[in-house]
């Protein structure tokens, strides 16, 4: 099961991109921000909709508010 599991692969492999196990769907959402294209979680793509932030993006904005 676990060998057979993508996830599990990537849990091992140190993918760039972290991916969680289970039946975790990803789309494509564009962030609002730097226009580039992240692989998110369906549920995450869905709640921010057009103004989704990628991680990258929603750090900086983070240390830009914090100074
Ligand atoms: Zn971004």
């Not at 849990?11 to 921000?33: D, H, M």
């Not at 869905?46 to 240390?63: D, L, P």
């Amino acid at each position: 099961m676990k060998a057979m599991d993508p996830a599990y692969v990537g849990f091992r492999g140190g993918e760039k991109e972290p991916s969680r196990p289970g039946n975790l769907k990803l789309v494509t959402a564009i962030c609002s921000v730097c226009q580039r294209k992240r692989n998110v979680p369906e549920g995450v793509a869905v709640r921010a909709g057009e103004q989704y932030i990628c991680a990258s993006c929603a750090e900086k904005q983070a240390s830009g508010a914090a100074s």
